[in-house]
């Protein structure tokens, strides 16, 4: 069943939904951050959200109280991680999943990848097109907290995205612990379209993640 909330952010507050996995039984819950130029009801959230949900994960949503309040300015990261700590506090209390992973895609990953180096308390890091380095600024690396996570984690990245150039992964991949597993979606960029010169379709890409995910959780149980 479905399920949205109102949930407060310190004298904020902001909206979560769940939405259950389309397949049988569940096999665990996703916490799912936007990325920074769209909303929990982006397209590309609610693409891989259904891409997930047919995998067996339930998943919720939320906003980022910048996108909350119609804003496009993206709240500072410490703000970022207390409003995703919020929604994961409020998961807990009302549905207590027995397996919690964490993530979303972009910066909504690299939030929750904060949130997990520090220690927080999860069964799992889901990145989805981690923004390594902002575009066109290659030297500008977000890798140093990485190597500080220690729950299993899958990345799936384009090897054409803008923001995750694959030799500089590969260098962080050799500084990163053995439960961070990289997955390399070809052709796609930093949305995870293809072009069409690939004989591969963005929904091959979407089912390919979703089936690649499935297989970490198995394998990661």
Same mark, same amino acid.
């Given at each position: 069943?479905?399920? =949205?909330?109102?949930?407060?952010? $310190?004298?904020?507050?902001?909206?979560?939904?769940?939405?259950?996995?389309? &397949?049988?039984?569940?096999?665990?819950?996703?916490?799912?951050?936007?990325? !920074?130029?769209?909303?929990?009801? *982006?397209?590309? =959230?609610?693409?891989?959200?259904? !891409?997930?949900?047919?995998?067996? @994960?339930?998943?919720?949503?939320?906003?980022?109280?910048?996108?909350?309040?119609?804003?496009?300015?993206?709240?500072?990261?410490?703000?970022?991680?207390?409003?995703?700590?919020? %929604?994961? +506090?409020?998961?807990?209390?009302?549905?207590?999943?027995?397996?919690?992973?964490? $993530?979303?895609?972009?910066? /909504?990953?690299?939030?929750? #990848?904060?949130?997990? !180096? /520090?220690?927080? !308390?999860?069964? *799992? @890091?889901?990145?989805?097109?981690?923004?390594?380095?902002?575009?066109?600024?290659?030297?500008?690396?977000? +890798?140093?907290?990485?190597?500080?996570?220690?729950?299993? &984690?899958?990345?799936? #990245?384009? &090897?054409? +995205?803008?923001?995750?150039?694959?030799?500089?992964?590969?260098?962080?991949? *050799?500084? %990163?612990?053995?439960?961070?597993?990289?997955?390399? @979606?070809?052709?796609? +960029?930093?949305?995870?379209?293809?072009?069409?010169?690939?004989?591969?379709?963005?929904?091959?890409?979407?089912?390919?993640?979703?089936? #690649?995910?499935?297989?970490? @959780?198995?394998? #990661?149980?």
């Amino acid at each position: 069943m479905s399920m =949205t909330w109102r949930v407060p952010v $310190g004298d904020a507050e902001t909206t979560a939904t769940l939405e259950p996995a389309t &397949t049988e039984s569940s096999i665990g819950l996703f916490v799912c951050a936007h990325g !920074a130029g769209e909303n929990m009801s *982006g397209r590309g =959230t609610l693409a891989v959200a259904a !891409a997930l949900r047919a995998r067996g @994960l339930d998943v919720v949503r939320f906003n980022f109280l910048y996108k909350e309040t119609g804003s496009a300015r993206p709240d500072p990261m410490p703000l970022l991680m207390h409003c995703f700590s919020a %929604v994961v +506090d409020r998961v807990r209390a009302e549905v207590r999943p027995g397996r919690l992973i964490i $993530g979303g895609r972009s910066m /909504g990953g690299r939030t929750a #990848s904060m949130l997990a !180096a /520090g220690g927080f !308390a999860c069964d *799992g @890091l889901l990145l989805l097109a981690y923004p390594l380095h902002p575009d066109g600024k290659p030297e500008k690396l977000r +890798d140093s907290h990485l190597p500080e996570i220690t729950v299993p &984690t899958l990345c799936l #990245s384009g &090897t054409r +995205d803008a923001l995750c150039r694959r030799h500089l992964m590969e260098a962080v991949l *050799g500084r %990163v612990g053995p439960r961070f597993r990289m997955h390399w @979606l070809e052709g796609a +960029d930093h949305g995870w379209h293809v072009l069409k010169s690939s004989g591969r379709t963005d929904a091959d890409v979407l089912d390919e993640a979703g089936r #690649s995910t499935r297989e970490w @959780l198995t394998l #990661s149980s």
